[in-house]
């Protein structure tokens, strides 16, 4: 089991940067497979990026170039740099973790989530 803290949110201009951080608790995470998920206002959870455990990387259409998903696996965290921010990008951000390696940009394919980090792009 592992538990997951996002950190990093905040308010930013367009064109703007910010960059999430998601702690994850116990000794396998570097075992795990991991993903960044996004809810805007009055919208269901959407993929964002995925990362395997040996860091192969996938990304929504949308964010590609702009945004980077990473890991540290010795420092149990979980990363989304995001440039050139826009309005749309507006949300809830969410990291969420599993063991398993199926169906990467489907929410249910996750079955550890954190609690959400607040990401407003102001124009």
């Known amino acids: 089991q592992v538990q997951l803290v996002e950190s990093g949110g905040g308010l930013v201009q367009a064109g703007g940067s910010l960059r999430l951080s998601c702690a994850a608790s116990?000794?396998?995470?570097?075992?795990?497979?991991m993903g960044w998920f996004r809810q805007a206002p009055g919208k269901g959870r959407e993929f964002v990026a995925h990362i395997t455990w040996n860091s192969f990387t996938y990304y929504t259409d949308s964010v590609k170039g702009r945004f980077t998903i990473s890991r540290d696996n010795a420092k149990n965290t979980l990363y989304l740099q995001m440039g050139s921010l826009k309005p749309e990008d507006t949300a809830v951000y969410y990291c969420?973790?599993?063991?398993?390696?199926?169906?990467?940009?489907?929410?249910?394919?996750?079955?550890?989530w954190g609690q959400g980090t607040q990401v407003t792009v102001s124009s």
């Open positions: 969420a973790a599993d063991l398993r390696y199926t169906d990467y940009d489907v929410e249910g394919s996750y079955a550890y």
């Open positions: 116990g000794r396998t995470f570097s075992r795990y497979a």
